[in-house]
């Protein structure tokens, strides 16, 4: 069953829970230079009236539905899990040389100096697979970020998709 | 320190009987347990209305807009039985003072990573936000040239700390905006120590008059 990622941005307040939960689940080293597969952000954007617009945004891998990252990687790490649809790897034969990272709109592929290979956001594809939800959605208390299944998505009649944001942005190949 | 309080000089004893008291034991009670004891005044469920049926821990027993124990001291000390509005900064608004220490640092801001100073030695969580920062209100930044991540000294007349800006709209004009529990940058080192409530004489914690001022990176 193909998942979705929905991002609420109405509901997210930055406070960084679901990052809590990335680090957790992927024991991240930060010590070891290491950053979070998760990002928020709370941008403050000036209005023309005079006022601020605040942007609170939580993202990670988009996992999208035709990941540029894939057939950028020349050893094949990349590839897309048939069963949940998120983008995973096998970084077995990674050579470190970031093409993933630079194919990546978002920035979502890390090159992790200890051991010089890449790393992502699988989406916590094994936990998906076992009836679970991603440690970043468990850890989300306002409902802000969910993964619901593909047919769920369509049913609920949202646009909020993490992916939906790269059509808005015009990054798609036309 | 011998001050004059029938209570103080009973003890400390005597001090934990009275912030207990109300639960159905004393500390004697509970030095002659050696395990945890059942506090006999916590029975579920909790009856609400005990105070209304029995009268508040007020001289006249009724919930007082109107302070009786205020209204019976002294009034060279200028305190107001009704709750009437009083600046926190009117032991610091001379001219001078003013026109040296024009920010309201406002202390009370809080990060739902941060207890107090309890977490900020937690990697992951400190990872959120490494260092002291000042929130600075947009208009303020402008003017003063600050950007953000720039490398920044609050001071006061009672001390100085140093921390990184953060520009914002989410404050007001004049009003610097900062937590407490830093270890490195201390807040309560800017606030001075006759800086209290008139009333109750607890430390006003939470406000004082600072400025603020472009330092060279350390």
């Known amino acids: ?174 | 320190m011998d001050l004059d309080d029938d209570l103080l000089k009973a003890g400390h004893e005597a001090c934990v009987d009275w912030m207990i008291d109300g639960c159905g034991l004393t500390v004697a009670d509970l030095k002659a347990h050696d395990k945890p004891i059942k506090v006999p005044a916590a029975v579920w469920p909790v009856q609400p209305g005990k105070l209304l049926k029995d009268g508040f821990k007020t001289p006249s027993g009724k919930f007082e807009f109107y302070s009786n124990a205020i209204a019976a001291i002294d009034p060279k000390y200028g305190l107001d039985p009704l709750p009437s509005y009083r600046d926190p900064l009117e032991d610091q608004n001379d001219p001078e003072t003013k026109a040296a220490y024009p920010f309201y640092l406002c202390t009370g801001a809080r990060l739902p990573h941060a207890i107090h100073s309890r977490t900020h030695e937690t990697p992951w969580l400190r990872s959120l936000r490494p260092d002291p920062t000042i929130e600075v209100y947009t208009t303020d930044a402008e003017r003063l040239g600050l950007q953000n991540g720039e490398p920044v000294e609050l001071y006061s007349p009672y001390g100085k700390i140093r921390m990184k800006v953060k520009v914002t709209a989410r404050s007001q004009p004049g009003v610097l905006m900062t937590l407490h529990g830093y270890t490195e940058a201390n807040v309560n080192e800017l606030i001075g120590r006759n800086h209290l409530d008139p009333y109750s004489g607890y430390p006003g914690f939470k406000g004082m008059r600072c400025n603020i001022r472009k330092v060279q990176e350390a």
Do not use: W
Request: hydrophobic share 35%.
């Open chain 1, 1 to 174: 069953m193909k998942h979705v990622f929905v991002f609420d941005q109405d509901k997210c307040s930055a406070c960084s829970a679901c990052m809590m939960g990335c680090l957790d689940q992927n024991d991240t080293d930060l010590a070891a230079g290491d950053k979070c597969f998760r990002q928020t952000f709370d941008n403050e954007i000036p209005l023309a009236d005079g006022g601020t617009y605040f942007a609170y945004i939580s993202a990670a891998c988009m996992h999208c539905v035709d990941a540029p990252c894939i057939p950028a990687c020349p050893v094949g790490c990349l590839y897309k899990d048939p069963e949940t649809g998120f983008t995973v790897y096998d970084n077995t034969n990674c050579i470190g040389c970031k093409s993933c990272a630079m194919a990546c709109p978002f920035g979502a592929p890390r090159y992790r100096a200890s051991d010089g290979k890449m790393v992502k956001c699988d989406g916590c594809n094994e936990r998906v697979k076992n009836g679970l939800d991603p440690a970043c959605v468990r850890a989300c208390s306002f409902g802000a970020l969910t993964c619901v299944t593909e047919e769920e998505y369509k049913a609920s009649g949202s646009t909020k998709a993490c992916n939906a944001l790269i059509d808005q942005l015009g990054l798609r190949k036309k």
